[in-house]
């Protein structure tokens, strides 16, 4: 029975910490920290812009394969008028959990501030070279049956040795 309230709390631990996920965790809600991934296909900029003046606070160009996680927390800032809140910030290897947030910065409170997402151009795409060198270069190489043609003599009679040379 000593197990059972070390197990409680453990589960309680679990349920009310977040995980830092873009779905929001376990118990995700709008106070909760805040996740972007970056990604080769969608290489993100994050910026914080000042409602009241449009002024840029924060900018963040997260490199490929990493992941900015911010929460704010209410009325720890530095000014109870123009910044009142502080976002805490880390920039973290995507798929990471938890962790601490390290870096912080004081922000306006929630209705002066914007969060803006923007994606960056990804990596284009190159065409391979038409004369690259194939897969299987010498005749020596290809599986026995082969021809240029394909048909009937690309098989063998027994498939379970298709591949046991």
């Known amino acids: ?10 589960l309680t631990t679990l349920l009310i910490a977040g995980c830092y996920t873009p779905q929001g965790g376990l ?4 106070t909760g ?6 990604t080769a296909e969608e290489p993100k900029t994050i910026m914080i812009l000042d409602m ?27 000014d109870a008028v123009y910044t009142p809140d502080l976002m805490k910030y880390e920039v973290m290897e995507i798929g990471t959990s938890f962790g ?8 306006p409170n929630a209705y002066s501030r ?31 049956g082969w021809t240029p043609a394909g048909g009937k003599d ?6 379970m040795t298709t591949y046991d040379d």
Do not use: C, W
């Open 154 to 159: 690309d098989y063998r009679d027994d498939p």
């Open 52 to 78: 009241r003046n449009g002024e840029n606070i924060f900018e963040m160009k997260i490199p490929v394969g990493k992941q900015l996680v911010m929460q704010f927390h209410d009325e720890s800032g530095d």
């Open 27 to 30: 118990m995700s809600s709008s």
């Open 1 to 10: 029975m000593t197990r059972l309230p070390l197990i409680a709390l453990l």
């Open 114 to 144: 914007r969060i803006d997402v923007f994606i960056r151009q990804g990596e284009k795409y190159e065409a391979p070279e038409p004369n690259r060198p194939l897969r299987t270069d010498e005749m020596g190489d290809r599986p026995a």
């Open 100 to 107: 601490s947030l390290n870096n912080s910065i004081t922000v």
């Open 33 to 38: 920290a805040l996740t972007y991934y970056s």
